[in-house]
């Protein structure tokens, strides 16, 4: 490939590559439907609540491949996609991962965790059971990877990781809660037990577990609030 070299003004040596582009398909949309679509998310989104009370009723995998296909279409720092989504239904690994979670989080629960926290934690009603680890059909463990091999074997550094899957993470909860599922962010900490049940390399450092399913009839969740927009939100200009 043609490739020429310049000096930025910090004088590090900037490689160009002749820029590749396609032409951008936009869909514009008329205000009215544009109003519509965004206030029928809105209502949407505010039905999701994090449940902790899962079916084991199966889910079809068609729905999840899609949702996760979803995720990975999130913005990433160098366009790296510094994701890995391991999708878990094998009863046998689901209870390694549910007895490893609940080793770390007895231990929080019992002398890891400040006061102040465990007070912040009580209008959840959280404990270090996780019967959920089993009894989901599926756990997406989200794998934020720090590092990749190029197509030469050569590690390279990965840009905005945490970020980045993040908002990868945050799109697959939309769209399994679009999809009609229910879905847990659980994070154990520390969660290196991840790696070695899942087989993921040390590059990767695991993010959070995305539990997935239908609720359980009649499953209950807390009694809280989300904060108003004004809360949320600084106006600057109009
Ligand atoms: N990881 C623990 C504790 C926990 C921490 C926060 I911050 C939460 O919002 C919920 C739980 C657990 O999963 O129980």
Avoid at 2 to 12: A, D, I, L, P, V
Avoid at 16 to 27: A, V
Avoid at 158 to 165: D, G, I
């Amino acid at each position: 490939m043609n490739t020429r070299k310049f000096f930025s003004h910090t004088g590090k040596t900037m490689t160009s590559q002749p820029l590749k582009t396609i032409n951008l398909k936009f869909e514009e949309l008329p205000e009215s439907e544009m109003k519509s679509r965004a206030s029928e998310f809105n209502t949407l989104m505010q039905k999701r609540r994090t449940v902790r009370d899962f079916s084991s009723r199966a889910v079809s995998r068609d729905v999840i491949d899609d949702c996760l296909a979803a995720a990975g279409s999130a913005p990433s720092g160098a366009n790296r996609q510094p994701w890995h989504f391991a999708l878990v239904s094998d009863p046998a690994i689901k209870r390694e991962i549910r007895l490893a979670a609940q080793v770390e989080e007895e231990e929080f629960y019992t002398s890891r965790a400040p006061q102040d926290w465990l007070d912040a934690l009580a209008p959840l009603g959280t404990d270090s059971e996780k019967p959920f680890l089993e009894h989901a059909p599926y756990l997406i463990v989200v794998f934020a990877q720090k590092f990749e091999l190029d197509s030469e074997g050569n590690k390279q550094k990965n840009y905005y990781v945490t970020e980045s899957a993040s908002i990868a993470t945050g799109l697959l909860i939309a769209g399994l809660h679009n999809a009609g599922l229910a879905t847990l962010t659980h994070t154990p900490s520390p969660m290196k037990f991840l790696n070695e049940i899942l087989e993921r390399p040390s590059t990767e450092k695991p993010l959070m577990v995305i539990v997935t399913g239908y609720p359980e009839k009649g499953a209950r969740v807390p009694d809280i609030d989300r904060k108003p927009l004004t809360d949320i939100v600084s106006v600057h200009g109009d």
